[in-house]
């Protein structure tokens, strides 16, 4: 079973606006990532959050962790059509093991 | 290398036979994954090499998958008896203890 599940599964916006996406998991993470697929190929890192943080910005990109929750947001600024995308979350388990993913986040930006 | 690197890029074959996906991780990388993908959906984890650790084989689907990881490096995934369900993306990541990951651009593996 998946540990990570993204909310909305797809999401289509105008260029400008920006785009949220939700990540739950199930078990306790030492960290949490976001990932960013294009065309279906290798997947490419966005940021990384640890347990102990509850924030993170990395350019139009910020990134939010409630552990109480069990869930994470990624919040892209400013959308353009080059972040037409998948996104994914990835979480580890407490023991720091294998990163599992969601199902990620279809995210259309229309020019 | 600059990169993960995978081959190949495309591999196509009839059902029955066995093939073969290698991985070239990034040098010094501890940690290897292997994960397919198909069309449209999520990454399913299959297994995962950390340093001279036994792998985590938990997400292999049967026994007709095994990999393994030569020198710490090089890794090959290989199936056994194709069938047309393991038509996919197998895509390869390697990390460097728990950071991020980086991938590869992956194996599109057609099984007829």
């Known amino acids: 079973s998946q540990q990570g599940e993204e909310d909305p599964q797809a999401l289509s916006i105008q260029e400008g606006e920006n785009a949220t996406m939700n990540c739950s998991y199930k078990t306790s993470i030492n960290n949490l990532q976001w990932y960013r697929q294009n065309s279906g190929r290798g997947l490419v890192h966005l940021i990384l959050i640890r347990s102990n943080e509850r924030e993170k910005h990395s350019g139009r990109l910020r990134v939010t962790l409630d552990t109480s929750k069990k869930s994470s947001s990624l919040l892209i600024t400013a959308s353009r059509a080059a972040d037409t995308a998948s996104y994914f979350c990835a979480t580890d388990g407490a023991a720091g093991n294998k990163l599992t993913f969601g199902g990620g986040t279809r995210v259309l930006v229309k020019p | 290398g600059a990169g993960v690197s995978q081959s190949p890029s495309n591999k196509v074959t009839e059902k029955g036979k066995d093939v073969e996906l290698r991985c070239d991780p990034i040098?010094?990388?501890?940690?290897l994954y292997w994960y397919r993908q198909s069309l449209g959906q999520g990454l399913e984890f299959l297994i995962y090499?950390?340093?001279?650790?036994?792998?985590?084989k938990s997400g292999l689907p049967s026994d007709r998958f095994s990999a393994e990881r030569t020198g710490g490096s090089v890794s090959t995934l290989t199936i056994q008896r194709t069938q047309q369900e393991d038509s996919a993306v197998y895509l390869c990541?390697?990390?460097?203890?728990?950071?991020?990951?980086?991938f590869g651009p992956g194996t599109r593996l057609t099984v007829l």
């Open positions: 090499f950390q340093g001279n650790s036994a792998p985590d």
């Open positions: 040098s010094g990388h501890t940690a």
């Open positions: 990541a390697s990390s460097l203890n728990r950071g991020p990951m980086f």
